[in-house]
């Protein structure tokens, strides 16, 4: 079964940019369409940045143009590039084999990784 570990979070300013990587350990990585999921405090988790085995993205209206999500199979990792970040970005963002709908992933949850970003 695969297990997925988030890193990269942190605290920066309004404005900044973070990388987040989620690795993936199992064979059926590259076979998976993976998604990034934030929880923002006292919120719900939902999805904001998706990628199909092939390579197709999608994105929340709110994190569009601003975020990149990418993959690496070979590495077994999925990458968040986060750009511009704002405040409201403030969350736990958590990586997941898609789900069925934009709340759920396939596997249990990762630790997650946090970032909090400052006005």
């Known amino acids: 079964q695969v297990q997925l570990v988030e890193s990269g979070g942190g605290l920066v300013q309004a404005g900044g940019s973070l990388r987040l990587s989620c690795a993936a350990s199992?064979?059926?990585?590259?076979?998976?369409?993976m998604g990034w999921y934030r929880q923002p405090p006292g919120k719900q988790r939902e999805l904001v940045a998706a990628i199909t085995s092939g390579g197709s993205t999608n994105y929340a209206d709110s994190v569009k143009g601003r975020f990149t999500i990418s993959r690496d199979n070979a590495k077994n990792t999925v990458y968040l590039q986060m750009n511009n970040l704002k405040p409201e970005d403030t969350a736990v963002y958590y990586c997941n084999v898609r789900g069925s709908d934009l709340y759920t992933g396939r596997l249990p949850w990762g630790q997650g990784t946090r970032v909090a970003v400052s006005s």
């Open positions: 199992g064979s059926s990585f590259s076979l998976s369409a």
